[in-house]
């Protein structure tokens, strides 16, 4: 702007003069450098798509509106068409767009509103779990080889029990399924869900568990994502086998369980073996035992033949242990009376040397008479000299003793409580007259006092600001009128 030499502005001290592209500039450092990247939810409209790849559109919701562009190199990544009237999700930068001077968003990544929370959500539960342990393979249980009796957790009017139920039928009739019945979509189906799980599980009336449903979208399978399911699953003692949705779809259900199965069909096929397998295995294995056995029977027939024929004569055998039996009794008899004689002869030399022990006991009594007769004098001294030092120690704390001095504090303690309620009594008094005093000069000073002698208070009614000139009331403005026994509404006319 040009400014006469004349004028009063021109006159003023510049510093310094901005060029509008370093004021842009300037801005948009001072918007960038204050927002971090932020998301922000809302409707797409003038959506631009050109030949460059870049998406310019304005993002709006029922108050506000703002310009934003996504280039080539982020949108590459964006799984859906955009359109207009899309709600959507970004992840933004705030700058400043410097050709036109425009506040803009800047967007790094887009999905679509509903969808994108619950994946966010699930990244999250998922994340947490992780952490906590619940995905670990340490706790996984093995599936029982031949399962006799199959929980399904599932809907019963769904296409899921039905796939199951046909592929049991047709693998492994044998086994028994019990249906626990849940609603697999909806507001407490995910509770439903867990209390089943918690109930087959004190049950323990089922070998192995299925959990599952067809498939759907991630709305449509949100139940398998909750963390009470979760949790239902990892302390479930039964084996699980999750079967929820295709095989793309993944769950937080899948990772917990102890096994995950692509679809509710392939759970069933895992969960039980193929009777025809299994019985055509039976055959085989019955077929090799048998032979087996006819093998052994053959060998221990022909170990048995060798042994016949290499054992002696039983009676030559039982004559010579009967000869060895009269030859060790012999001997043991003549050992005997060896034996006997010895001790014979050391029992007639001790007898000779060994005296009567009467003449030792009697020397021990009078021994044990002379000690006790010292332990009595030893006894009766120690006594008469601890009564001498208690009498002592009596008198001594007599004369020491505190309850002359207690009864001297408690009437010190009794007078200092008389003259503290007589000090608190003149101070509650005092204070009395004081408030009295005041009482009495703040109704000599009162409004109301005032307002008693027929005088008003007139306030503007918006305000309240007391009006103390007719001047200050413009015309048909409303005012308060303030009396001694109420307010009435006035409105100014000329």
Same mark, same amino acid.
């Given at each position: ?12 001290p ?27 939810e ?16 304005t ?8 310009r934003?562009?996504m280039?080539?190199n982020?949108n590459?990544?964006?799984r ?11 992840r933004?930068?705030?700058?400043l767009?410097e ?21 966010r ?6 994340h ?5 342990g619940?995905?670990?393979q ?6 029982p ?9 599932s ?7 039905h ?8 693998r492994f009739?044998?086994?028994?399924v ?19 799980i ?6 323990q ?7 599952g449903?067809?498939?759907?979208s991630?709305?449509?399978?949100w ?7 979760a ?14 949705g295709?095989e793309v779809?993944?769950t937080?259900?899948d990772f917990v369980a ?7 069909s ?6 039980v073996p ?8 039976v055959?085989?294995h019955s077929?090799r035992l048998?032979?087996?056995i ?7 027939k ?5 042994? *016949?024929q290499?054992?002696?004569?039983? &009676?030559?055998? $039982? @004559?010579?242990?009967? +000869?060895? %039996? =009269?030859?060790l009794g *012999?001997?043991l008899?003549?050992?005997? &009376?060896q034996? $006997? @004689?010895?001790?014979? +002869?050391r %029992? =007639? ?6 005296k ?8 021990n ?5 002379h000690?006790?007769e ?8 120690k006594?008469?000299q ?5 009498k ?28 503290l309620?007589?000090a ?19 109704a000599?000073?009162?409004?109301l ?6 005088y008003?208070i007139t306030?503007?009614a ?9 001047d ?11 009396l ?9 006319k000329?």
């Amino acid at each position: 702007m040009a400014l006469d030499s004349n004028s009063t502005l021109a006159s003023r001290p510049v510093k310094e003069v901005y060029a509008v592209s370093r004021l842009v500039r300037e801005a948009r450092g001072v918007l960038e450098g204050s927002f971090p990247l932020i998301w922000v939810e809302g409707e797409i409209s003038n959506l631009a798509m050109p030949a460059s790849g870049h998406i310019y559109f304005t993002l709006k919701d029922e108050a506000a509106q703002v310009r934003c562009a996504m280039f080539r190199n982020r949108n590459r990544n964006v799984r859906f068409t955009p359109k207009n009237g899309m709600q959507i999700l970004l992840r933004v930068r705030v700058t400043l767009y410097e050709g036109r001077g425009e506040f803009q968003l800047v967007v790094e990544h887009m999905e679509e509103a509903g969808s994108g929370a619950l994946q966010r959500a699930y990244e999250a539960l998922k994340h947490r779990l992780g952490e906590e342990g619940l995905f670990d393979q340490a706790h996984k249980k093995d599936l029982p080889t031949l399962p006799q009796s199959i929980g399904v957790v599932s809907s019963p009017d769904g296409a899921a029990v039905h796939d199951i139920l046909t592929v049991l039928n047709r693998r492994f009739p044998a086994a028994n399924v019990i249906l626990y019945p849940v609603a697999v979509q909806g507001g407490d189906s995910a509770k439903q869900i867990a209390s089943m799980i918690n109930l087959a599980d004190s049950r323990q009336e089922c070998d192995v568990l299925i959990v599952g449903r067809g498939g759907g979208s991630l709305e449509d399978l949100w139940s398998f994502n909750d963390e009470l399911v979760a949790r239902a699953l990892f302390t479930c003692e039964i084996p699980v086998i999750s079967a929820v949705g295709h095989e793309v779809d993944f769950t937080i259900a899948d990772f917990v369980a102890d096994v995950r199965a692509p679809t509710p069909s392939a759970a069933a096929e895992l969960a039980v073996p193929d009777a025809t397998q299994w019985l055509a295995k039976v055959h085989s294995h019955s077929h090799r035992l048998s032979l087996l056995i006819k093998h052994r029977l053959q060998d221990e027939k022909r170990h048995l033949n060798n042994l *016949q024929q290499r054992l002696p004569q039983p &009676l030559t055998t $039982i @004559n010579q242990h009967m +000869q060895r %039996v =009269d030859q060790l009794g *012999q001997q043991l008899n003549r050992n005997w &009376l060896q034996i $006997i @004689n010895n001790k014979r +002869q050391r %029992v =007639d030399y001790w007898s000779v040397r060994l005296k009567h022990p009467q003449a030792r006991i009697e020397a021990n009594q009078y021994k044990l008479t002379h000690l006790n007769e010292r332990l009595q004098q030893v006894v009766k001294q120690k006594l008469t000299q601890a009564s001498s030092q208690h009498k002592t120690l009596f008198q001594r704390l007599q004369l020491n003793s505190p309850l002359p001095k207690i009864t001297q504090q408690q009437a010190s303690v009794g007078q200092a409580r008389n003259q503290l309620d007589n000090a608190i009594q003149k101070i509650i008094e005092q204070n009395k007259a004081d408030l009295s005093q005041k009482m009495r000069t703040l109704a000599a000073v009162s409004p109301l006092n005032t307002l008693e002698r027929g005088y008003s208070i007139t306030t503007e009614a918006k305000t309240g600001q007391v009006i103390r000139y007719a001047d200050d009331v413009e015309v048909d403005q409303e005012i308060t009128i303030q009396l001694q026994n109420g307010k009435m509404k006035a409105v100014r006319k000329l």
